[in-house]
Nanobody
Framework: QLQLVDSGGGSVQPGGSLRLSCAASGLTLDYYAVAWFRQAPGKEREGVSCISSGSRSDLPDYADSVKGRFTISRDNVKNTVYLQMNSLKPEDTAVYYC?????????WGQGTQVTVSS
C-alpha cells in the first residue's frame, strides 16, 4: 500500500530548529522528485523546497523566504525525505506537506504542524 507519512513537527521558540521527515512506503523513492510545501492559516499552499529524483544531480531549490535556513535531503535507502529547519521564525508557522512526483504520479503526505512562537 502506497503511503507517505509526514512527521517531526512541533512547537518551538523563534530561533529554534526542527527536522521534518516524510517516510514513503509502496514506492521507490529514487524515481521521484520530492518537494515540501506549507500552508499557513488563511493562506494558499506554497512551495518551500524541492529536490530532483535520484537519477539527476540538480541542486535543491528553496523559496527565498527559507534560503540559508532550511535544507532538504533524501535517503533513498530509507525511502525518506527530510527538511531540516533552522533559525525558525514565527512566519514559518504552517502545516508542512511533502509531495512526491514522477511523471503523472503525484502523492502527498498528510501534513505535520509547525508552530513557531515565543
Amino acid at each position: 500500500q502506497l503511503q507517505l507519512v509526514d512527521s517531526g513537527g512541533g512547537s518551538v521558540q523563534p530561533g529554534g530548529s526542527l527536522r521534518l521527515s516524510c517516510a514513503a512506503s509502496g514506492l521507490t523513492l529514487d524515481y521521484y522528485a520530492v518537494a515540501w510545501f506549507r500552508q499557513a492559516p488563511g493562506k494558499e499552499r506554497e512551495g518551500v523546497s524541492c529536490i530532483s529524483s535520484g537519477s539527476r544531480s540538480d541542486l535543491p531549490d528553496y523559496a527565498d523566504s527559507v534560503k540559508g535556513r532550511f535544507t532538504i535531503s533524501r535517503d533513498n535507502v530509507k525511502n525518506t525525505v527530510y527538511l531540516q529547519m533552522n533559525s525558525l521564525k514565527p512566519e514559518d508557522t504552517a502545516v508542512y506537506y511533502c509531495r512526491m512526483s514522477w511523471g503523472s504520479r503525484e502523492y502527498w503526505g498528510q501534513g505535520t504542524q509547525v508552530t513557531v512562537s515565543s
